[in-house]
């Protein structure tokens, strides 16, 4: 069996559905549980999952809508930007949410009137949240959503929208990727709308991932979030998951991979999910036949790791400044971590409060968080070892 570059089926890239999503039937069965009660009209909990990046949370997230959308759930997708706002860009998904639902001819005037209430809620909330385009089907109601104020508007509309997917006998499930990015003030609009819609028994639901530092600030947000919401870990895959992401979508196309050969793949990748897509590929492009063998991996590592410099790790150290840099690299010295504040400055010759702002500006990027408190960890899988790599030697220190 010759291996055929075409017939490539591994798919390293943000967002890039796996040929085989391993490990999480659990977590999917959990939130399809969840998102049947809602509709059922019973208590059920909120989801939000957090993991570093790569995981594999943004596919979940797809996976987990498509299965939603098969069950006749109605749904809407958006990702949480690093500039705008959460009315901007939950308000088109929500109309057109509406719109479906408004097709439902028991559902119709609830959903027409939703959709007043949108545009209300656009309309009054334009000053403050100037970034906000979204069509309006119908005039706004006088006192609907129309307050001005994110927070009541926010639950007049979710309430509105609720009793509409309620009379259709369905649920609405909203699917927001990058949580971790929304503005305290709109998260917390968001938790106290979904609270409410939840004490009414209304079919809305929140199905969230983001970073690990998306937990800490929902509790900010709102201190009762904690209870309100399940924040499930998409982690690393555990030895057996890893091993099917491999050899499954291999085994698949009719391509065997000796047992030593998985080994080495899994302890490279410990088993993070974009890892373990980037070596999958680049060892079926150097293996020359079936099975793949160990040497192949060894082989292929220089290229995996190669690419996951110019790509995955990339695109984030391009974002930061100087100080940012430099405050990672210094991290980096001392290992993958989490590292005290007082370690790290202690690196870079510095007091630790002269560098709050700094530190401050990369959790806000996304690219570390706080474990614990005084506790600072990358967001980013083996992120040090890049480090390392990308600012070689001493003279980061200078
Ligand atoms: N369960 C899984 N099994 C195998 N590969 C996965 C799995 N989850 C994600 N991947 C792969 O990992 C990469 C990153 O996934 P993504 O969802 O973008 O991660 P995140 O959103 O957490 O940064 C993609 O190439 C994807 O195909
Ligand atoms: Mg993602």
Redesign the pocket.
Known sequence: MVMDPIKNPY????????P?????DELREMIRIALERVRAGRPAKSVLMV?L????????LDRIRDDAEASGIQTLRVEAPESRSLPAILAPQLRQALLRLSRNEQAKDLAQRALRGLAGFAKALKVKYQDIEVGFDFEPEPGLADNGDLEHDLQALLEATGAAAKKAGTALAMFVDELQYVEEAELAALITALHRAAQHRLPIVLVG?GLPQLRGRMGEAKSYAERLFDFPE?GP?PPLAARI?IAKPAEDEGVKVNEDALQCIIQKTQGY??F??EWGKHTWDTATQSPITLRDVEVASTAAIAALDESFFRVRFDRLTPSEKKYLRAMAEIGPGPHRSGDIAEQLGREVTSLGPTRNQLIAKGMIWSPSHGDTAFTVPMFDEFMRRIMPGDDWKT
């Open positions: 798919s390293p890239g943000a967002g890039s559905q796996p085989e999503l391993a490990g999480r993991g990046r790569g995981a594999g949370k943004t596919v979940l991932a998409v895959l992401a999910p974009y373990l897509q």
